[in-house]
């Protein structure tokens, strides 16, 4: 089954440098982990981020991969979050 992860921050203007190094670290993960780890930037509003975990698992993990929990955590430090898991369609 295919599913993705959503992270976004809405960065409170904190120091960015540890969230910058934080987020990018993540896109060179080791595995076993998410087949695809990207991060997005918001085309105007600077401090805004978007982390997609992108999976291929046997079993939907509803409320999240602990990784994704855990990565949702460490990232209230510096804002609102919001953490969602998506299915994708098949046709």
């Known amino acids: 089954m ?3 992860e959503v992270i976004k921050l809405r960065s409170a203007g904190k120091d960015s440098a540890p969230l910058d190094e934080l987020l ?3 896109t060179k993960m080791a595995h076993p982990g ?3 780890v990207k991060v997005f ?3 105007v509003l600077e401090g805004d981020f978007s ?3 992108y ?3 046997e079993r939907l993990e509803q409320n999240g991969s602990a990784l994704g929990i855990r990565l949702a955590q460490a990232l ?3 804002g ?3 953490h969602s898991v998506w299915i994708e369609e098949e046709k």
């Open 2 to 4: 295919k599913w993705l």
């Open 24 to 26: 990018m670290s993540m």
């Open 34 to 36: 998410p087949a695809v």
């Open 41 to 43: 930037l918001h085309a």
């Open 51 to 53: 982390v997609h975990l």
């Open 55 to 57: 999976w291929d698992s």
């Open 76 to 78: 209230k430090e510096f």
């Open 80 to 82: 609102l979050i919001d």
